[in-house]
């Protein structure tokens, strides 16, 4: 593992503002009701008193809770890159299953533990550690740097970062980049590569859920028709689970393969690069498992079903709801058309659901001098990582920026097993103190390069 230059005396201050961080709750509920505005009041606050420079040589506007920070450049022009982060964090469903309590901020067994220490408060505190520590140098960019840090990301970005993005867009901004979260360098997450593998993520798939519905008369349950409106229903989710949208291998799966196949020891790295080639194959090889099936294809989740009142009783309507990522190549109205074109059956109406859907993002190259700086920057903290790309298969605030950026970029140079990543939204997050320097560090240094 590589020396962290980042001195032990600035890492432990830095590490109790990410501890106090975690206090806040600030917490997104799909029940907008439940929001508690004064928490994030306060973290803003919270916010100011630790970054005094930021706040005193940084342009902010705030929208709703959302903060976004102008940093004028050393030069006129476009700006150089949206730095992306969030405030909001997932509520916690199962408090006593934590080892800490998930809102106190602990800090123990070299991590900070807690709702948000990876997703996304980390980020947020890391980008204001390093341009702090930018400011207390007398730095300044080259070029013109905003920071974005939205405030309802996880219940889709409509108050927050569709709303920052609106105002950029109206003001002209065009920025070389954005980076958000994303991808991170997973350890041990494909089978057989012995080193960390950095997923940089070059764009995001869409996503939209199809309401299926149907209706009959009713009746007792002693005389049925041939089917039930239940029985229906439950016949079309079938077909849709049954028959998902065709597989395709589009470029960022390609290039991803391509160099991941050479840390591949012996016949298995050879294989894989013989099939790389071939993307019939490719695809097959990665629909095998669920983790890589969602590369190459629309993915098909029926995610609610419900019909019915009493067990004796004909239901008069049920109703259910399909949940899809949409891989690039498709769109919103494809999905529809295969829903439509695989039930088949016109008593069973197909629409699309109320609520949000977005088209997959456009797709950034790695043949990018910014996707280049964000490969050595993260050789720079894990020098023996294998640098790669990615899908980022959610969706994240990112999405709103395409208008006021030419390219994306999602990810956070933080090492993390599977069993780390399933504390993200899980129980028991939290981050090591390695990681919080590598981030900081990391970003630091990317500042400097702009
Ligand atoms: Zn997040």
Redesign the pocket.
């Known amino acids: 593992m590589a020396e962290l230059d980042h001195p032990q005396s600035d890492l432990e201050p830095a590490a109790a503002r990410l501890a106090e961080a975690v206090r806040y709750r600030t917490v997104s509920y799909e029940e907008r009701e439940r929001i508690e505005d004064d928490q994030f009041a306060a973290f803003g606050e919270f916010l100011e008193r630790m970054y005094p420079r930021v706040h005193a040589e940084l342009e902010l506007r705030v929208v709703g809770h959302s903060r976004l920070y102008r940093w004028a450049g050393r030069e006129d022009g476009a700006p150089a890159a949206l730095l992306l982060a969030?405030q909001d964090v997932v509520p916690v469903d199962d408090e006593p299953s934590w080892t800490y309590p998930p809102f106190d901020g602990v800090i123990a067994d070299g991590h900070v533990w807690g709702r948000g220490t990876i997703?996304?408060k980390s980020r947020v505190l890391a980008t204001l550690e390093a341009v702090e520590a930018a400011l207390a140098d007398g730095w300044r960019p080259r070029r013109t740097v905003y920071l974005a840090f939205g405030h309802d990301?996880?219940i889709g970005g409509e108050h927050g970062a569709a709303k920052v993005a609106e105002l950029l867009a109206a003001e002209g901004v065009m920025a070389d980049f954005v980076l958000d979260?994303g991808g991170v360098i997973g350890v041990g997450l494909i089978d057989g590569v012995p080193v960390p593998t950095a997923t940089i993520m070059v764009g995001e798939k869409g996503f939209v859920t199809v309401r299926l519905s149907t209706s009959d008369v009713g009746g007792h349950a002693s005389m049925p028709p041939r089917r039930t409106a239940v029985g229906r229903l439950a016949r079309a989710v079938a077909a849709l689970q049954d028959k998902p949208m065709p597989l395709r291998v589009t470029e960022p799966v390609r290039e991803m393969v391509a160099r991941v196949a050479p840390y591949l020891p012996g016949v298995r790295g050879t294989l894989l690069a013989k099939v790389a080639k071939w993307d019939k194959a490719l695809a097959r090889v990665l629909a095998m498992r669920p983790q890589t099936a969602s590369l190459v294809r629309t993915t098909t989740a029926p995610t609610v079903i419900r019909g019915g009142v009493k067990p004796n009783v004909l239901p008069q309507t049920a109703e259910a709801f399909v949940n899809f990522r949409i891989l690039h190549g498709d769109t919103v109205d494809d999905v529809l058309a295969h829903c439509r074109r695989v039930v088949r059956d016109k008593q069973v109406s197909v629409e699309l659901a109320p609520g949000e859907r977005a088209e997959p993002s456009p797709v950034s190259s790695t043949d990018s001098p910014h996707f280049r700086l964000l490969g050595e920057l993260t050789t720079a903290v894990v020098p023996e990582a294998a640098v790669t790309t990615g899908l980022v298969p959610g969706a994240?605030?990112a999405r709103h920026y395409h208008r006021v950026a030419r390219e994306r970029f999602g990810f956070a140079p933080i090492l993390m097993d599977s069993t780390e990543l399933d504390r993200?939204h899980g129980t028991d997050e939290r981050l090591s103190l390695d990681n919080y320097a590598r981030l900081i560090r990391f970003t630091g240094q990317l500042l400097r390069r702009l």
């Open positions: 969030h997703d996304d990301e996880e979260e994240t605030d993200i």
